[in-house]
């Protein structure tokens, strides 16, 4: 009687939510792990569809570019129109090119590009394995022998690894260059002087964390995404919990590398 009343409580409900969440935190990390693991060892081995990698090169890197672009350029451009006029008037105007130029391939570029992916890209990597999931596609894969990982993951994780480094550099450029349109016009800096001190701004040790942090971000984004679709259940409700979760869970974890980023390599 007593265990049925402590069952019936508030608190316990709270506390079975609780545990529940962290029993669904601590398998989903097991499963991003697993099927990680499994992918490179694919990757490692050349086991890699040639035709399927360039299609979903050409989804992750071509058909994201617009947003990840307007994204990356608007930030840069809003940024820069508040702090250019402020600088010049205190005499700094020759660092407005360095300190976007360092927003923009040190965090913003990198972080903007992240979220893009993950809106547009990642969420569609979700819904898409979920689906087939739902409707025992991907068992049918595995009856015809196919090995679901090699099939489905390779290809999408791997196109990731390749083009979220190009799609960093593209927005990046775009960034900077709209960075120095929007101080031309918010405050008479020529462009002279925010390209020079663009150049001052840029380390070689940046672009080259840029460039890692974007493989990694690339993988991370698609293999989350991957995951929480290949392991939806549930019909139409399931695809759409799977979604959810793999935009969540891509979020946090770029967020969580780039903190780590910033403390191995900045700190």
């Not at 550099?169 to 405050?187: D, E, Y």
Request: charge should be positive; glycine fraction near 10%.
């Amino acid at each position: 009687m007593n265990t049925l009343a402590i069952k019936g409580t508030i608190t316990y409900a709270i506390f079975r939510q609780i545990r529940q969440q962290f029993v669904a935190l601590v398998t989903t990390i097991g499963d991003i792990v697993k099927y990680g693991c499994q992918t490179i060892k694919h990757i490692a081995k050349g086991h890699v569809n040639k035709k399927a990698l360039i299609e979903q090169c050409a989804r992750f890197g071509v058909s994201s570019l617009p947003i990840t672009l307007s994204i990356v350029g608007m930030s840069s451009i809003i940024v820069s129109m508040q702090v250019a006029g402020e600088m010049v008037k205190q005499g700094a105007g020759n660092f407005v090119g360095l300190l976007v130029a360092m927003l923009i391939v040190r965090e913003d570029g990198i972080i903007m590009s992240g979220f893009a992916i993950i809106s547009m890209i990642g969420s569609s990597l979700a819904s898409e394995l979920a689906t087939m999931r739902v409707t025992e596609q991907i068992d049918a894969i595995k009856v015809l022998k196919v090995n679901p990982v090699e099939y489905l993951f390779v290809p999408r994780v791997f196109s990731g690894v390749l083009m979220m480094p190009m799609v960093l550099v593209v927005a990046s450029v775009i960034g900077i260059i709209g960075g120095g349109i929007a101080a031309h016009l918010a405050s008479g800096l020529s462009y002279k002087a925010y390209f020079d001190s663009v150049w001052r701004g840029l380390y070689l040790k940046d672009m080259n964390v840029a460039l890692l942090k974007a493989v990694v971000f690339g993988f991370s984004i698609a293999l989350v995404s991957c995951t929480c679709g290949y392991k939806a259940s549930g019909g139409a409700k399931g695809v759409g919990e799977a979604t959810t979760k793999a935009v969540v869970w891509s979020f946090v974890t770029i967020v969580i590398w780039d903190l780590v980023f910033s403390i191995i390599f900045f700190f």
